[in-house]
């Protein structure tokens, strides 16, 4: 496998937080899937996962070189949970459409996050 790309991305939590108590279902809507909404929602501390997921996004679309646009859209990236509890990221639409044009076939993230900051790094590969 080759690197396509590398990305990382460093949040305030308490800018999400903020984001979403201002503009509420409108912001989480924009940025986060269905899923994703329902799994931070249900977590103790939403607001720490609604952040890092934020800082997946982003470091996506850095390891990408696109940044968030029409290339790669919010809801193009999805960040689940496997059963090991183990971050991945799926790409759907505009997301998986470059993906395929430019031979990425694996995007390996990794979210962390404490009190006041969440991180995220992802890594795009080809072949």
Not at 59 to 85: H, Y
Request: proline share 2%; net charge negative.
């Amino acid at each position: 496998m080759q690197l396509f790309g590398i990305g990382i991305d460093v949040v305030e939590v308490e800018r999400i937080e903020h984001s979403l108590e201002q503009f509420g279902e409108r912001f989480a809507e924009k940025v986060f899937t269905a899923d994703e909404r329902r799994y931070c929602d249900s977590q103790h501390r939403p607001g720490l996962h609604y952040a890092a997921r934020f800082a997946a996004k982003e470091a996506v679309a850095k390891a990408f070189g696109t940044g968030i646009g029409r290339q790669l859209e919010w809801l193009d990236m999805e960040v689940v949970r496997r059963e090991s509890g183990e971050p991945e990221l799926r790409l759907s639409g505009s997301g998986a459409a470059f993906a395929t044009e430019h031979g990425i076939t694996a995007v390996k993230i990794s979210l962390t996050h404490a009190k006041r900051y969440a991180a995220a790094n992802a890594v795009a590969l080809c072949g």
